[in-house]
């Protein structure tokens, strides 16, 4: 029965590569080399996928050559996710050249691991399977390239996805530095598919040293085909949705400098003419603000806002603009019935997950908690109030009433209102 589970998981999943890769040779985007390698590690994962579904099916039995022939192809996987990754964060399209031709060494080494395997005949491959009837020699043979086969995979899966983690990390850092929201840009879809790739392939290795020691658990496999029949089809589905990201790229001259170039007085008036931008005009609501536009409207380079943000406020783009729409977000919450998504809306946020977040980053809370203790504590304060009304009415003269404690002054741009 597990097995037929399993087959049916397998099955789907073939069929959602072999749909994506369709879609994606028939409608290909403007940058032909993002497409060659989303087409590639499509490819590899459909290789990847028939190989399982040739074990679990008992296809092997009826084609016994096949058993093997995914070990080199399904190799690629790791190179493949860098090379795409790679290829969608690059504004400009990368030359594919010196080490990257490293990326081929993997699958080498595989298919000359499997020659031996290869020599052996249908009938000697079939032997193997009972333990009755297998020759001890070919066995030993098969368990070695089983074995190599899977090391070199899994060494090389491990080099190229962290290496595409680190690309999409660093890309996400880029973006927060150019936008105010990146949820379309950030490629965070990406990010959690690999780790959930990777996860994946970990529970493939110990399934395959299972096999190794004669131990399978039913169970366990049909988990293992059900997670990466899932994690398969929501990346083909998302690979398929995501934009094009060239005309969004900051330009190589847009990167902020380190070193402090303005001096104290200009970066304290400069911040002070961002803040007066975003609370005066309202620039926080704008769903599409980006560097370059809030440069447009004040008149300040980006290098010199970029260099403001981060030496003089502490932050970067993103975060400066998202702490001025939770403080919006705070006196909305407080002062009118709007929904939390049409708040969240309103001071620019792009849908409610990504208003939760970073509501809850600047506050401390998410904007529902928020409201339910503004109201919980509505009653009490005006009861408070009413009684302080009471007590004043009661003072002789104005100059006898108490003055209200003068507060330590703090600059808008740390605060931006949230306290």
Same mark, same amino acid.
């Given at each position: 029965?597990?097995?037929? !589970? ?6 789907? #999943?073939? +069929? ?20 060659? !390698?989303?087409?590639? =590690?499509?490819? #590899? ?16 039995? =009826? ?5 093997? !022939? ?85 060494t090389f899966t491990a ?16 973006? /927060? ?9 950030? =490629?965070?879809?990406?990010? /959690?598919? =690999?780790?959930?790739?990777? +996860? ?8 395959? +040293? /299972?096999?190794?020691? +004669?131990?399978?658990v039913p169970a366990f ?6 997670? *990466?029949?899932? #994690? ?32 104290? *007085? ?10 007066n931008a975003l609370n ?34 502490? /932050? ?12 919006? #977000? ?8 709007? @929904? ?24 401390? @809370? ?5 409201? @339910? ?10 009861? *408070? ?29 740390? @605060?931006?209102?949230?306290?």
């Amino acid at each position: 029965m597990f097995n037929t !589970f399993s087959t049916i998981a397998y099955a789907i #999943a073939a +069929g959602s590569l072999g749909f994506a890769l369709l879609m994606a040779i028939t409608s290909p985007g403007p940058r032909r080399d993002r497409t060659v !390698f989303f087409a590639l =590690l499509l490819i #590899a994962l459909l290789v990847h996928m028939l190989g399982q579904l040739l074990v679990v099916s008992g296809a092997y039995a =009826l084609a016994p050559h096949l058993v093997g !022939f995914d070990l080199s192809i399904k190799t690629i996987l790791g190179p493949a996710i860098f090379f795409y990754t790679r290829a969608l964060i690059s504004p400009e399209r990368p030359r594919f050249g010196g080490r990257d031709w490293w990326a081929l060494l993997g699958p080498a080494l595989v298919i000359v691991i499997s020659l031996p395997f290869a020599t052996l005949s249908a009938e000697e491959k079939l032997a193997l399977v009972d333990p009755a009837t297998r020759n001890p020699e070919h066995y030993a043979i098969a368990v070695f390239v089983c074995t190599a086969s899977l090391f070199i995979f899994l060494t090389f899966t491990a080099i190229y996805l962290s290496a595409a983690l680190k690309l999409q990390h660093a890309h996400r850092h880029k973006m /927060m530095q150019e936008f105010a929201n990146i949820e379309r840009r950030s =490629l965070d879809w990406l990010r /959690m598919i =690999l780790l959930v790739f990777a +996860g994946a392939w970990v529970f493939f290795t110990i399934k395959q +040293g /299972m096999w190794l020691t +004669g131990t399978s658990v039913p169970a366990f496999n049909l988990a293992l085909a059900v997670t *990466e029949s899932l #994690a398969i089809a929501a990346f083909a589905y998302l690979g398929l949705r995501q934009p094009q990201l060239a005309s969004d790229q900051p330009q190589k001259a847009d990167v902020p400098a380190r070193r402090q170039l303005l001096s104290e *007085e200009r970066l304290n008036r400069t911040a002070s003419k961002l803040i007066n931008a975003l609370n005066t005009d309202a620039l926080y609501a704008d769903s599409a603000l980006s560097l370059r536009k809030l440069s447009d409207v004040t008149g300040v380079t980006k290098n010199h806002i970029s260099e403001t943000l981060s030496q003089h406020l502490g /932050m970067n783009f993103f975060d400066f603009v998202n702490s001025h729409r939770a403080a919006e #977000a705070k006196r909305l919450l407080g002062q009118t019935n709007l @929904t939390i998504l049409e708040i969240g809306l309103e001071v620019g946020f792009n849908s409610r997950s990504t208003f939760n977040a970073a509501f809850k980053k600047h506050v401390g @809370t998410p904007p529902s908690t928020y409201r @339910t203790a503004l109201r919980k504590n509505g009653s009490g304060e005006s009861k *408070e109030r009413e009684k302080s009304l009471i007590s004043t009415s009661e003072w002789p003269h104005p100059d006898d009433r108490p003055s209200k404690p003068r507060h330590a002054h703090t600059h808008p741009a740390i @605060t931006a209102g949230l306290v």
